[in-house]
């Protein structure tokens, strides 16, 4: 079984940027996607960002994309999520996924999600 651990939430404000990492454990790590995603106090969990094994495919939200950047480093186990011009609407508690396959499917189960990192932007 797969283990998560994200870092790098924080406090920030409109404007500012702030990467999360997730390091994975287990020496399956490069032939999975893995994805990113978020839930805001009151609101259901939802999809930020997804990148396939090879780090070649990437998968963001409309509200995401043009400001968030998803990467890995297979040799690190790690996957990363640059997040720039952050908004207070992005305030949320973010989560890194393991994903089932080598792509991003919508439709597919989560293998095992992280603990979670708690982003706030101030206005």
């Known amino acids: 079984q797969v283990q998560l651990v994200e870092s790098g939430g924080g406090l920030v404000q409109a404007g500012d940027s702030l990467r999360l990492s997730c390091a994975a454990s287990g020496r399956t790590f490069s032939i999975y996607a893995m994805g990113w995603f978020r839930q805001a106090p009151g609101k259901e969990r939802e999809f930020v960002a997804a990148?396939?094994?090879?780090?070649?495919?990437?998968y963001y939200a409309d509200s995401v994309k043009g400001r968030f950047t998803i990467s890995r480093d297979n040799a690190k186990n790690t996957v990363y999520l640059q997040m720039s011009s952050l908004k207070p609407e992005d305030t949320a508690v973010y989560y890194c996924?393991?994903?089932?396959?080598?792509?991003?499917?919508?439709?597919?189960?989560?293998?095992?999600w992280g603990q979670g990192t708690q982003v706030t932007v101030s206005s």
């Open positions: 996924a393991a994903l089932p396959g080598r792509y991003y499917y919508p439709s597919a189960a989560v293998r095992a």
């Open positions: 990148i396939s094994w090879s780090g070649s495919s990437t």
